[in-house]
């Protein structure tokens, strides 16, 4: 979903008034009321962001400010008299990025928009360049016979995009006839590129590695989102030569002088350190149950995120959220029947690595959780909530969220029993080991096209007054499920056939990478 820029502000108005206008038909629970009180009117959630976000910046596993993160997460929940710990789930290869600089210097000088991938070798000194794109050729044969030429090039290896516009502006702008043909003409030109890297025998992991090995001097990559200005930043497929991500606009400009016989060079400093393999730790805190100590409500979250910029929404709302969500429950919940505990993992973009190792090495709290309220996508209000395959959990999601305040539970649509989550996110992991996990699914606000992933994903893109109201939600849902007399219910549904007349599978219950071997 796309937020046009012009109702921006009257969004963040509407949600404010959302969270902080109680209804005069609903009696809150006093501990609700509580919950609702602390969040609205003495809120951390403004400063946590500018510690983690702005201080400590985006947290790539393996990088000294992953570790910063969990150190600073363990911290802050100390200072509420919470139990925190680092708990170790593997290692992960260390780096630490460094500045890029990325200039055109021939035919003339241009400073370009561009970011090292991560795990990219550093240039160590500055490089420079003729810029060459890949040969027009059919065959494997053929590329391979032209792969020496690349030696001592920087080689433009993405698909050129002749239109750098979102389609929404397209279609906003061009005649219905125009938009077509342009949509037409853009899909047509992917379906040839993804043929081309297919008829000359490579991948996206095995081209950058016959380019290293053919003695290219860098590789250069523009992965656009669609939307004007965002780029998603992955990790380097090369081990000795710099690896980097080039805004569309630039990159465009690069390749169509390339093309025409301009001969563009460009020089490339970028500065990074390969360091030791690092340790790599969930962060874990506990409110010990009172009632019921050996069973278990899970507040989920991932701390780690890619770094083309500061994880914010990816997930950093998801960690504000919960550390707000604890310190709440600590102030005005602080003897909960069951332990509450909170799980904020590392590795979750490389295959959810950090709750799948709290799952294999915790199998006493697995065993004895209520529920697990996962959170990661994007700063908007929680919009759904899917029952994620349990049989029952009508019955009890259901009566906890007659709990929550009427204008957040408002928003949210349930579907029960729903299909168990398959990877997208950690609560997965849960569901795979038989657990009830509950994705809070938040409106996207842009999230997928302009800030997962992205060179976007900044503090300016948090909404404050959606996460609040997602830690009332997450507060009530956490109080409700421990309080609960019941222990939820874990019968899965039947699952159905898909078109093919074949039963569809429980997800797998899968270990963890421990380590970044063969990682790709």
Request: aromatic letters at 10%; a neutral charge.
């Amino acid at each position: 979903m796309k937020i046009n820029t012009f109702f921006a502000v009257p969004a963040v108005v509407l949600a404010s008034q959302f969270v902080n206008a109680q209804s005069t038909e609903q009696k809150l629970n006093p501990i609700v009321q509580n919950f609702v009180n602390e969040t609205n009117n003495h809120s951390q959630l403004e400063d946590m962001a500018f510690e983690l976000l702005d201080g400590i910046g985006p947290r790539l596993v393996g990088t000294p400010e992953m570790l910063k993160s969990n150190e600073w997460t363990v911290n802050k929940l100390k200072s509420w008299g919470i139990e925190a710990n680092l708990q170790q789930f593997g290692t992960w290869k260390g780096w630490q990025r460094g500045t890029t600089h990325v200039d055109m210097v021939h035919p003339r000088v241009k400073s370009l928009s561009a970011t090292q991938l991560a795990w990219s070798p550093s240039t160590k000194k500055a490089v420079e360049a003729e810029v060459i794109i890949l040969p027009k050729v059919s065959t494997k044969a053929e590329f391979d016979q032209w792969l020496p030429s690349s030696k001592g090039k920087i080689v433009l290896m993405a698909q050129y995009q002749k239109i750098g516009r979102s389609d929404e502006q397209i279609k906003e702008f061009a005649t219905p006839e125009l938009y077509e043909k342009l949509k037409a003409e853009k899909e047509q030109a992917s379906k040839d590129f993804r043929d081309y890297v297919k008829n000359i025998g490579y991948d996206n992991n095995t081209l950058p590695e016959a380019l290293e090995k053919a003695d290219a001097a860098g590789i250069a990559i523009s992965n656009w989102t669609g939307i004007m200005g965002a780029n998603r930043i992955f990790g380097a497929k090369t081990s000795k030569i710099p690896m980097f991500d080039i805004d569309v606009e630039d990159y465009g400009m690069l390749y169509r002088m390339a093309e025409k016989g301009s001969k563009p060079r460009i020089k490339v400093d970028a500065q990074s350190k390969i360091l030791p393999e690092a340790k790599t730790f969930n962060t874990v805190g506990m409110i010990k149950g009172t009632g019921k100590p050996n069973e278990y409500v899970i507040l989920s979250a991932h701390l780690d995120s890619w770094d083309g910029a500061q994880g914010a929404t990816d997930n950093g709302t998801g960690v504000l959220t919960m550390l707000e969500t604890m310190r709440i429950l600590k102030k005005y919940y602080p003897n909960p029947k069951r332990t509450i505990v909170v799980g904020l993992w590392g590795s979750e973009e490389q295959g959810l690595n950090g709750s799948r190792g709290f799952v294999a090495d915790n199998p006493e709290i697995i065993k004895g959780t209520q529920a697990v309220f996962n959170q990661d996508n994007g700063t908007g209000r929680v919009v759904n909530i899917a029952g994620q395959g349990f049989v029952k959990s009508y019955d009890y999601i259901g009566k906890w969220l007659n709990a929550v305040p009427k204008n957040v539970r408002d928003h949210i649509k349930t579907d029960f029993p729903g299909m168990p989550g398959g990877g997208g996110s950690d609560h997965a992991s849960f569901v795979a080991a038989g657990v009830p996990g509950f994705s809070l699914s938040s409106l996207n606000w842009g999230y997928f096209g302009y800030t997962w992933h992205t060179t976007k994903d900044t503090y300016d893109k948090i909404v404050f007054d959606e996460v609040k109201n997602n830690v009332i939600l997450t507060a009530t849902l956490a109080y409700m499920a421990s309080e609960d007399p019941e222990f939820t219910s874990r019968e899965r549904r039947t699952m159905p056939e898909n078109d093919k007349g074949e039963v569809a599978k429980w997800p797998e219950l899968k270990e963890p990478r421990r380590d970044s071997k063969d990682f790709k």
